[in-house]
């Protein structure tokens, strides 16, 4: 009987910090900001290694760093939290498509490659 009241106790305490520490929009959006610039920064540096990088190249990896530009700035309109209390989903919404891009939990976000 005291095994398992203190198993309850213990899976209560957890569940009661997931809730407490389930994470916030603002840190969802700051998450996706960070994964979006790494992306941009690995763009312009793989555009900078290639020595035969010709004009097309260069326009594709142009307009691959000015869509990431773009989703930034508008970054606090296409990125939605959904919050299931312990916690929470990371939705990227483009032209009514939505696809989970990550998770957060115990007051941490997890962006997917």
């Known amino acids: 009987m005291k095994k398992s009241f203190l198993f309850f106790v213990i899976i ?3 569940v009661l910090i997931a809730i407490l520490t389930n994470p916030p929009v603002e ?3 700051e998450a996706v ?3 979006l610039n790494a992306n941009i920064q690995n763009t312009i540096k793989q555009s900078e290694g290639d020595d035969d990088y010709g004009l097309v190249d ?3 990896a ?4 000015l869509g990431a530009k773009f989703a930034l700035a508008m970054l606090d309109d296409v ?3 959904d919050n299931y209390t312990l916690f929470s989903i990371t939705i990227f919404d483009i032209l009514g498509e939505k696809e ?3 998770v957060g939990a ?3 976000v997890y962006i997917f490659d």
Do not use: P, Q, T, Y
């Open 12 to 14: 209560g305490a957890i």
């Open 58 to 60: 260069a326009a594709l």
């Open 33 to 35: 900001k960070k994964k």
């Open 79 to 81: 990125v939605s939290v």
């Open 27 to 29: 840190k969802h959006r």
């Open 100 to 102: 989970v891009v990550g």
């Open 62 to 65: 142009f307009e691959e760093i």
């Open 106 to 108: 115990f007051r941490n």
